[in-house]
């Protein structure tokens, strides 16, 4: 696509030049997005640069000695971490979304200008070609070469072609792109034990290589690292995979009809031996894609669009909250869908069939009512959903200012069962062994006042493995 006109009027290889310019960003504001990036022919660059935008200087400076581009950026903080770049603020006036305009470039005996057209919203226009004299609409990467459009532009990656699970451990083959060669080193780790592997060998451009990690695990997790180069963001590659129904990250428990002023809510859990990065993971769409968080080893998260009003109902600081758009849940029938990269890894689906329970949720595991955020209890994941006792309490809200209204329950079994009083942060409180009660009769009080925490609590009922909890709000 030719758009523009090179204007250049020193020697191409020896001379800075525009390289990239963004006058319309959709993802930020222009007042933030907007940019300007140059490149320098040889590092480090003596002379003073100056930008010029139709007419009037912009930006008057010298790059470090170690840049090999320079990046004019109206906010600086999205600039990206490398020492080959050499970023400042952009100032003057903000750069027309709906008109041509004109950027010139001077220092020394060099000078380069380009008559842009009429914006696109959220592309770049991009230089390109070996003679560098059309540029291209591209997705903006400020301060980072594109690595399709500048042919000299180095960018080594890897690409996983195949992997396939076997009972003697994972075995696959993966391709270098983007370089000639270069020296990869590589960790496969299980992600149910600390078992891990190591490989490291010379690739080269275009041959497809095999490897072996003699790890059983059903998920592993994938680390690479490639050798520095012009584009930084894909020298590591970090992936997890998987056999079907057996990925780490798992929705647990999902609450699409609390009670009122309380916001929707849904709890995924990490059941790996290893802190897992959440980026990469959404609800099956763009605009639904987890912010930059963790989640380490065996801990909860609960997922919500109003995470100060759920923080609130939570009362406890030590649970993650990970705040996300995702709409609104039905109360009646709904599916939750969450997703590796593009690839499905669990899904919740509830109707008339699965008897959502309102206002107390659902595990996604159990199907039994469930109200715990950021907390697993023992069983709470099994399957077993048989309950051979059923359970009354009074209320679900108490206050230490009334102590006439303890937590009072009652439990209709034909053996005895025990109940036990946990915290929010799961340690045990309390607990008693109550005797068989088939009429369900007795009432039992629950040292809720004196023993609970301010905030959440849970209840746990229970008969071997199968159990019964729910939570109650304990206020000063």
């Known amino acids: 696509m030719n758009l523009l006109t090179w204007v250049g009027a020193a020697a191409l290889g020896a001379c800075p030049y525009l390289a990239e310019i963004l006058p319309d960003p959709i993802?930020?504001?222009?007042?933030?997005?907007?940019?300007?990036?140059?490149?320098?022919?040889?590092?480090?660059?003596?002379?003073?640069?100056?930008?010029?935008?139709?007419?009037?200087?912009?930006?008057?400076?010298?790059?470090?000695?170690?840049?090999?581009?320079?990046?004019?950026?109206?906010?600086?903080?999205?600039?990206?971490?490398?020492?080959?770049?050499?970023?400042?603020?952009?100032?003057?006036?903000?750069?027309?979304?709906?008109?041509?305009?004109?950027?010139?470039?001077?220092?020394?005996?060099?000078?380069?200008?380009?008559?842009?057209?009429?914006?696109?919203?959220?592309?770049?226009?991009?230089?390109?070609?070996?003679?560098?004299?059309?540029?291209?609409y591209a997705e903006p990467s400020p301060g980072i070469p594109n690595a399709y459009l500048e042919a000299d532009a180095k960018d080594?990656?890897?690409?996983?072609?195949?992997?396939?699970?076997?009972?003697?451990?994972?075995?696959?083959?993966?391709?270098?792109?983007?370089?000639?060669s270069a020296w990869v080193k590589a960790y496969f780790r299980s992600t149910a034990s600390y078992t891990e592997n190591a490989w490291q060998g010379a690739l080269t451009r275009g041959n497809r290589t095999a490897f072996e990690t003699r790890i059983p695990s059903e998920a592993l997790q994938i680390q690479v690292i490639l050798p520095p180069d012009d584009i930084p963001g894909n020298d590591s590659l970090d992936t997890l995979v998987s056999r079907k129904g057996s990925f780490p990250i798992r929705i647990t428990e999902v609450h699409p009809c609390p009670e009122e002023g309380i916001p929707e809510w849904?709890?995924?859990?990490?059941?790996?031996?290893?802190?897992?990065?959440?980026?990469?993971?959404?609800?099956?769409?763009?605009?639904?894609?987890?912010?930059?968080?963790?989640?380490?080893?065996?801990?909860?998260?609960?997922?919500?669009?109003?995470?100060?009003?759920?923080?609130?109902?939570?009362?406890?600081?030590?649970?993650?909250?990970i705040q996300l758009n995702f709409g609104y849940l039905k109360n009646a029938a709904d599916t939750l869908c969450l997703c590796y990269g593009n690839v499905p890894i669990d899904s919740?689906?509830?109707?008339?069939?699965?008897?959502?329970?309102?206002?107390?949720?659902?595990?996604?595991?159990?199907?039994?009512?469930?109200?715990?955020?950021?907390?697993?209890?023992?069983?709470?994941?099994?399957?077993?959903?048989?309950?051979?006792?059923?359970?009354?309490?009074?209320?679900?809200?108490?206050?230490?200012?009334?102590?006439?209204?303890?937590?009072?329950?009652?439990?209709?079994?034909?053996?005895?069962?025990?109940?036990?009083?946990?915290?929010?942060?799961?340690?045990?409180l309390w607990k008693s062994e109550l005797a068989a009660d088939p009429a369900g009769n007795t009432w039992t009080r629950i040292p809720l006042l004196e023993k609970g925490f301010p905030g959440p609590n849970f209840l746990r009922i229970s008969q071997g493995s199968r159990e019964k909890r729910f939570t109650v709000i304990l206020k000063p």
């Not at 930006?59 to 903080?77: E, F, K, M, P």
């Not at 609960?302 to 923080?311: E, G, M, N, Q, S």
């Not at 159990?366 to 955020?373: D, L, M, Q, Y």
């Open 348 to 428: 919740v689906i509830w109707g008339k069939e699965s008897k959502t329970h309102c206002p107390d949720g659902f595990s996604t595991r159990t199907g039994r009512e469930e109200n715990s955020p950021g907390f697993q209890t023992p069983g709470s994941l099994s399957a077993d959903t048989a309950l051979p006792f059923s359970v009354e309490w009074n209320a679900r809200v108490f206050s230490k200012k009334h102590r006439s209204n303890p937590l009072m329950v009652r439990v209709q079994s034909e053996s005895k069962v025990l109940v036990e009083l946990v915290s929010g942060k799961g340690d045990l």
């Open 266 to 321: 849904f709890e995924v859990y990490n059941a790996s031996i290893r802190t897992l990065d959440l980026s990469p993971f959404s609800l099956c769409s763009e605009k639904s894609a987890f912010p930059n968080v963790s989640l380490e080893k065996h801990v909860s998260a609960v997922v919500a669009k109003d995470t100060a009003a759920l923080r609130s109902f939570v009362g406890n600081d030590d649970v993650q909250i």
């Open 27 to 136: 993802s930020v504001e222009d007042a933030r997005g907007e940019f300007v990036e140059i490149r320098l022919p040889q590092t480090p660059w003596h002379d003073t640069l100056t930008v010029y935008f139709e007419e009037k200087a912009i930006w008057t400076g010298l790059a470090n000695a170690s840049a090999n581009r320079v990046l004019l950026i109206r906010d600086t903080s999205l600039c990206p971490a490398t020492d080959r770049l050499f970023c400042s603020p952009l100032t003057g006036k903000a750069f027309p979304n709906s008109r041509e305009s004109v950027f010139s470039l001077v220092s020394g005996d060099c000078n380069d200008s380009a008559e842009l057209p009429k914006p696109k919203a959220g592309k770049s226009f991009v230089r390109t070609d070996s003679l560098w004299s059309s540029w291209a």
């Open 156 to 180: 080594c990656r890897l690409h996983i072609d195949t992997l396939i699970y076997a009972e003697s451990g994972w075995k696959g083959s993966w391709t270098l792109e983007g370089c000639d």
